[in-house]
């Protein structure tokens, strides 16, 4: 068993009152799940230094960890039960950790107080579900109205090889040189080397008001947890509206070299741009990795080109080995965001003209029966494709890290995925270059597919 430490904490940072019918939900073990859903998003804050991403090992390792709120006179305090050491230093928790365990208590609470079965917010409804995703941020305190455009949205894999992680710290190095501050998903590979590299930069233009935000959800941050470098973090209530916090959010996204939840997230991206209302929109998006890497941009290009159309490689610049290149460019390009938006009378803070259509937010539950029936066609409007192959990526991800997905998996088997044949061949030659290349788990574990095609 992994070595654990109970004690009690006071939160920091995010929340620190609650009202005794919150203290008494959050406390609840047998109704509403709000016990269970903290629990397993404050064990992925604490358990950052393990390197796994199976949610369900993560759980099984600390069966025995809870997590209780105390109400007390002068605030709220958390008691912690068999929690991993790791998130303590000589028996006092680490500063940036107490921070985010915080974040992820507010959201939890705003999210089941304000939005769910909330009459202000349909999320049943395009703009109901993008005003929720609007409130959560601003909750949280990520929307910043005084501030030009520079955040720079880095997607990229979690199991990534070494000289590719290099590469992405040299990016947000160089990014951070040039005054852009960061934001990903914040667990660790693509989504933490580029924090660390603008970090660095950072301090050497002395630049103390830096941003390193991240944006997860309950479902992937077990497998992904918070890297230390994350001073904002903000918890989602799923997958749909954590994505669309990123295109809300960004000025720009850099896509380093991932896996299925990398090309979830491009296939996401293309079909929000691709729409004819967004047409006229700035959004610069780049590819870039080391030339180790040129096969991996290469494969998701042709793949890409063929579902979507070549008309699609214009939302796109592939920049290979040169991280400097990929900051100055994107520089640039948010500048003409800026120029756009002061022209539109856009806020900078929230991308509210990009047009997202329904598909593209109704939450999809990777259930078996759900992934059969994916319509995987070219005989449908582009931005559906998209939608339905953003499912599939989805559903795969959530069979290879999620709790949910890997128990799923272990009751009833591999997912199965349908396609017309050519498109078929297409998505298997894609995925098996995923799995050759180790792109589905942490490096040093045997991939088992959790699914079939057919």
């Not at 073990?29 to 992925?44: E, F, N, P, Q, V």
Request: glycine fraction near 8%.
């Amino acid at each position: 068993m992994p070595e654990t430490l109970s004690t009690i904490v006071s939160p920091e940072g995010s929340l620190e009152i609650l009202s005794q019918s919150e203290v008494n939900r959050l406390r609840d073990t047998s109704g509403s799940g709000l016990h269970d859903l903290l629990r397993r998003c404050a064990l992925a804050i604490l358990n950052c230094d393990t390197p796994t991403d199976d949610g369900l090992a993560v759980m099984e390792a600390y069966r025995d960890f809870d997590i209780e709120v105390l109400q007390q006179d002068r605030g709220i305090r958390l008691k912690l039960s068999n929690a991993p050491s790791c998130a303590f230093v000589d028996g006092r928790m680490i500063r940036g950790i107490r921070e985010q365990l915080s974040a992820v208590l507010r959201d939890i609470v705003y999210v089941y107080n304000e939005i769910q079965n909330n009459p202000r917010f349909d999320l049943d409804t395009n703009e109901g579900s993008t005003n929720a995703v609007f409130h959560i941020l601003r909750n949280a305190g990520t929307l910043r109205t005084a501030q030009e455009p520079n955040l720079v949205v880095c997607w990229g894999g979690h199991s990534i090889t070494r000289e590719e992680y290099d590469y992405t710290k040299s990016v947000g190095y160089h990014m951070g040189l040039r005054g852009m501050d960061i934001c990903t998903g914040c667990g660790p590979g693509a989504m933490k080397g580029p924090m660390k590299g603008a970090n660095l930069a950072h301090a050497k233009q002395r630049r103390h008001d830096s941003r390193y935000l991240g944006i997860s959800e309950p479902g992937i941050i077990a497998a992904e947890s918070p890297n230390p470098i994350v001073n904002e973090l903000v918890i989602m209530p799923d997958i749909e509206k954590r994505l669309e916090a990123f295109v809300r959010v960004g000025h720009g996204i850099v896509v380093f070299p991932g896996g299925v939840g990398t090309a979830e997230e491009i296939l996401y991206l293309l079909g929000i741009l691709a729409h004819p209302d967004n047409r006229e929109i700035p959004f610069p998006v780049i590819f870039t990795g080391p030339e180790s890497a040129r096969d991996y941009f290469e494969r998701i290009d042709e793949f890409l080109r063929y579902t979507l159309g070549d008309e699609v490689a214009q939302f796109y610049r592939i920049v290979i080995d040169d991280p400097a290149s990929v900051a100055q460019q994107m520089r640039e390009a948010i500048g003409e965001v800026a120029k756009f938006r002061r022209e539109q009378d856009d806020a900078f803070y929230f991308n509210w003209r990009l047009t997202i259509e329904r598909s593209f937010q109704q939450p999809f539950e990777p259930t078996h029966e759900a992934m059969a029936s994916l319509a995987l066609h070219r005989e449908q409007p582009r931005h559906e494709l998209a939608a339905n192959l953003r499912r599939a990526f989805s559903g795969i991800v959530a069979g290879n890290v999620k709790e949910s997905g890997v128990r799923a998996i272990a009751a009833r088997g591999p997912f199965q995925l349908h396609a017309e044949p050519q498109l078929m061949k297409r998505l298997d030659s894609l995925l098996t270059s995923f799995v050759a290349q180790g792109r589905m788990k942490l490096p040093g574990k045997e991939y088992v597919p959790c699914y079939t095609l057919g």
